[in-house]
């Protein structure tokens, strides 16, 4: 029952059908750059968001600009977005608008794994970014918005429309892990718990708990120690 079960969980993954699971230890592989190449998820929330915090960590040698968590809605398709414009340059945009942060990275070949932690809350407009455990100076960035749960997540791709175009250019080539969310301006614990690998509960994006659709050429693999 137990190699059926498994079995299932392989079988739904690559069929491109949700699916729910414990994802520790495994990661998605986007082998190479694509035009169609995605992850969807599924996000557990019922309401408007007024604070976020989304953590997760990727490893890649891409130089160029790249979407590593992309949600959007019907309405606006850059309702929440982490983007890698250039090495050492991450924008956080929240409803369209963004704003940018920089931190000391090798221009060339990206060397090991990083973790970033992006936070923002509605009352005060306030962003923060963590990399590998330290944060980044913290900017304003749309204050009093209030993001729409009527959205949808992709992982690897840009949706300049919702759930769709997508730019070659613009896709994600490596290994990404760890994706949680959670709707609290939580980024210092949220950093703390990652190195402690413990998790915040309650989560509204959940690793240990994942619902998640594969599009295209992307690959569950055990993490490589």
């Not at 608008?97 to 990083?114: C, I, Q």
């Not at 990652?194 to 690959?219: C, E, H, N």
Request: charged share 20%; net charge neutral.
């Amino acid at each position: 029952m137990v190699k059926l079960q498994l079995w299932l969980l392989v079988f739904t993954g690559l069929s491109g059908a949700i699916a729910q699971t414990d994802l520790e230890g495994q990661v998605f592989v986007f082998p190479k750059e694509s035009a169609d190449a995605h992850v969807i998820l599924n996000m557990n929330h019922n309401g408007p968001l007024q604070n976020f915090t989304v953590c997760l960590r990727y490893f890649t040698d891409l130089t160029r600009p790249y979407s590593l968590f992309s949600y959007a809605t019907k309405a606006k398709d850059n309702e929440i977005h982490l983007f890698k414009d250039e090495p050492g340059v991450l924008l956080l945009v929240v409803g369209g608008k963004w704003v940018d942060f920089k931190f000391p990275e090798n221009t060339g070949t990206s060397r090991g794994w990083k973790h970033i932690c992006a936070s923002w809350e509605s009352a005060t407009g306030i962003a923060e970014v963590w990399v590998n455990g330290n944060p980044l100076p913290r900017k304003g960035l749309q204050k009093g918005y209030s993001v729409s749960n009527q959205g949808m997540i992709v992982l690897g791709q840009d949706q300049d429309s919702f759930g769709g175009g997508f730019d070659a250019s613009q896709s994600f080539v490596g290994e990404l892990t760890d994706v949680c969310m959670w709707d609290l301006a939580t980024a210092r614990d949220a950093v703390r718990a990652a190195s402690a690998d413990s998790q915040l509960p309650p989560s509204v994006l959940s690793w240990g708990a994942l619902q998640y659709q594969i599009k295209g050429y992307v690959v569950l693999k055990p993490l490589l120690r």
